[in-house]
């Protein structure tokens, strides 16, 4: 079990920028395929981006590509969400998740493949 920390969440006009942190506790954090998802009001959570354990393979949802960058640095233990020209329909909860997984190249995008949660950051993008 990995234990959850997002942050960088916060209010921002359309067209900006925002870059989301989510910081893992434990020292197994490579074992880890981690995703980031949102939620908006209203809605079911929605898979935004995930990233391999070891960063060599990415996926994203269509809404977001070419827009939103995922990243992670394993020494430090975080996953990073850059997000860039945004859009109110961004607005949401984002929510980071850990999924452990034997296979380096694998990355997971449904919300039922990941095993831990962290509690969310708001984003809202203001038109």
């Known amino acids: 079990q990995v234990q959850l920390v997002e942050s960088g969440g916060g209010l921002v006009q359309a067209g900006g920028s925002l870059r989301l942190s989510c910081a893992a506790s434990?020292?197994?954090?490579?074992?880890?395929?981690m995703g980031w998802f949102r939620q908006a009001p209203g809605k079911e959570r929605q898979f935004v981006a995930a990233i391999a354990r070891l960063g060599g393979s990415t996926a994203y949802a269509d809404s977001v590509k070419g827009r939103f960058t995922i990243s992670r640095d394993n020494a430090k233990n975080t996953v990073y969400l850059q997000m860039s020209s945004l859009k109110p329909e961004d607005t949401g909860v984002y929510y980071c998740a850990a999924h452990r997984q034997q296979l380096y190249t694998v990355v997971a995008s449904t919300a039922k493949e990941y095993d831990d949660w962290g509690q969310g950051t708001q984003v809202t993008v203001s038109s």
């Open positions: 434990g020292r197994s954090f490579s074992y880890y395929a």
